[in-house]
């Protein structure tokens, strides 16, 4: 399958993730601490949805057009950084609206126009680096950063089943380098097989500690080739995080939820 955001930019789990991403970032900077960010499969960073792909799927009438029609004080912080009503902010563009003066950002992107598109974009933007590179091979490149401090946001785009367990091995080689990151690392729901073993390998395959999974579904995740949610592994997370979740995720069940079935899990797969 050859993955193009733009024709899901905007949607139900994009507005998630982009929500609980800000939540994170934000408990980090209550320290003045210079902070790396770091988004290892960055996309093009702004969308317009408008356009023919995000017209011809309309996945974001169900996303980020319920949040903007009916919006909620908790969720103000990630709707302010996400941008004019006819676009959407990825990832990489909400990296750098966060970004304070002593925050670096890093993007990257291996699809070449996409890249140059990414790079059009931060042109006068010193703060943020585009690599033209794979996001795996980035995590062992780039890190450790010199700041010491930092997060690392991993949004593979599951062209595949194996990507599962790409993440996983991932996050145990990231964690190896840089210890003490923060780790936010997005995977689909669809049936609950695949979810179920990406949370055994984490748990059985040594080396992480610290480790949240973050689920939020429109309807049961029963199908396995059906879209139902998705999920967001969290590795040291920070204090409050998921006291500051919580309450996002019940409003996001409430916005992008469809019917009885929706809901949302925190569960804590590894101690400190």
């Known amino acids: ?3 193009r955001h733009a024709f899901h930019a905007g949607n139900f789990a994009d507005c998630v993730k982009h929500a609980l991403l800000v939540t994170l970032i934000r408990l980090l900077q209550r320290k003045e601490k210079p902070l790396f960010l770091l988004d290892t499969h960055a996309g093009a960073g702004l969308y317009d949805l408008g356009a023919e792909e995000a ?10 057009a319920r949040l903007r029609q009916a ?3 908790r969720l103000a912080p990630y709707l302010t950084l996400a941008g004019e009503e006819r676009t959407y902010a990825g990832s990489p563009l909400l990296l750098a609206r966060l970004a304070r003066p002593q925050d670096r950002v890093a ?3 291996r699809v070449p126009e996409v890249a140059a598109r990414l790079r059009a974009l931060f042109r006068a933007n010193r703060q943020v680096a585009v690599h033209l590179r794979d996001g795996w091979e980035a995590l062992r490149a780039l890190l450790p950063p010199p700041e010491r401090r ?3 946001f991993i949004d593979p785009p599951f062209e595949d089943r194996n990507d ?4 996983a091995q991932g996050l145990r080689e990231a964690y190896r380098c840089f210890p003490q ?5 997005w995977y689909p729901l669809k049936g609950r097989g695949a979810a179920h073993q990406l949370h055994f390998d984490l748990k059985t395959g040594g080396r992480l500690r610290d480790v949240l999974a973050v689920e939020f579904w429109r309807r049961p995740p029963l199908d396995p080739e059906r879209f139902a949610g998705s999920g967001l592994i969290i590795v040291n997370p920070p204090y409050g995080f998921a006291e500051e979740a919580a309450p996002l995720l019940d409003v996001l069940v409430d916005r992008l939820g469809d019917g009885e079935g929706a ?3 925190i569960e804590r797969l590894l101690d400190e």
């Open 1 to 3: 399958m050859n993955y």
């Open 71 to 73: 919006p909620h004080p």
């Open 150 to 152: 930092g997060l690392v």
């Open 263 to 265: 809901g949302f899990a």
């Open 55 to 64: 017209q011809r799927s309309g996945e974001w009438r169900e996303g980020i």
């Open 181 to 185: 990151g923060i780790y936010a690392a």
């Open 164 to 167: 599962y367990a790409a993440l």
């Open 107 to 109: 993007c990257c992107e």
